[in-house]
């Protein structure tokens, strides 16, 4: 006979569950939704992805998966979280906190001193707005506006001399 005491113990031993993606995310709904093996074989489809409000990820097969059961109940999951160590950084200090791509290495990186460095894939990065910097900016590289190059570009129609120009004026 089962007492409500094992009946319950049963039930929170049974509430989380620690697995592994198996296909890719079905992002065909307004919630994404995962299938997961969890431990002794156990597999789980349409498990829904639950993710914090602002943040999104595609989690890719492969990738850990915490899941929440309600209740215990087993065939009621939510997935809670999820990571993937392949492509973890392992070079932060103790306080660092980074947002990272696991296949390509790009990422936002807020380091402990409160310095933020951003490495994208390929050193290509696109900000698509007005920018306005408080500060001085340097460039270890050539800088180009509308295609005229600030270390490659040419003056026409100056004749050269001896003197030295002054300041620029605003």
Known sequence: MV?????????????????????????????????????????????PLLQLYGFASRPVPG???????????????????????????SDLEPGDVAVFHPR????????????????????????????TVNGSISSSGDVTANGISLEQHEHTGVESGSGTSGPPKS
């Open 63 to 89: 990738s850990d998966i915490a899941v929440t059961f309600l209740a215990g109940d087993r065939s009621r999951g939510v997935a809670i979280a999820c990571g993937d160590q392949r492509g973890r950084p």
């Open 104 to 131: 390509t290495g790009s990422r936002v990186w807020l380091k402990a001193d409160g310095s933020i460095v951003l490495s994208p894939a390929e050193n290509k990065l696109t900000i698509n707005a007005d920018i």
């Open 3 to 47: 007492t409500p005491l094992s009946r319950l113990a049963r039930r929170v031993s049974m509430a989380l569950g620690l697995g592994r993606q198996t296909s890719d995310t079905d992002e065909t709904q307004s919630t994404p939704t995962l299938q997961v093996v969890l431990p002794g074989g156990e597999m789980r489809s349409d498990v």
